[in-house]
């Protein structure tokens, strides 16, 4: 059976796999539907049967992009009080990102959301994590609905991550080669509610004008191990313990003890 982890990632820096555990993202995205109708002040009878519908057609419920900034800031915050996201997608995930970063796991305290309705004119311009981040994570974007086109992002593997930068580094002021190269190199993912894309922060994404009808709502968060290089950020600051293997808990509890 082929796995993704030590073929697409290995060789392109991303792959795309089902979630080990749906039920509990099952469980995250109903949440976020909820506390988004909550937010947004809407009557209980407003919430329907289908979640994936109701959060499609979320931009029904926003007059403008202002108050679907306001609202992704409120439902960040609101997620991060009311459970951890990391957890959950680990959980949902463990099977795939066990692999890439080990045993001994963090992840980003407080995960991104991303909230996108159609015609939103505040697209995610093109970046790279790393190296603002530390080179040694994986980000996982999981889509609580349906993500395809330009409601999705676009990404660049890893040689042709390389490739744009080596040309930007050459040449930093050709805005237009380097639009054109994007253009040749870059292509949108499609991730369906059920999947997450997994990829290295070191690869080249970004976002377009969401062109298709319905809503994007996204989360994504970064996993490490406790013992890759620390990068430019305090990880215990940003990072929590997901789990530990018994010999890393000895370890630190000797630590710990012995001053």
Known sequence: MRDPVTTDFAELGYCIVPASDPEVLDQLRTMARDTCFELLGLPRDAVSDDVSDDLDHLHRHLPDADAAARLRLDLTRSLGERTSVGRTVFAAFAHWIRPLVGNDVLSQRVANVVLQPPGDPHPTVLHRDAPANSPYEVIAWVPLVDCRATKSMYLLD??????????????PDDSHGLQQRLDDYSEFVEVRFGEALLFWSGLFHGSVVNAESTTRLSLNTRFKSLFAPLGMKDPFRYFEVIETTPLTRLGLTFQRDEG
């Open 158 to 171: 890893r040689a042709n991550s390389a490739t744009v930068l080596a040309f930007h580094q050459r040449h």
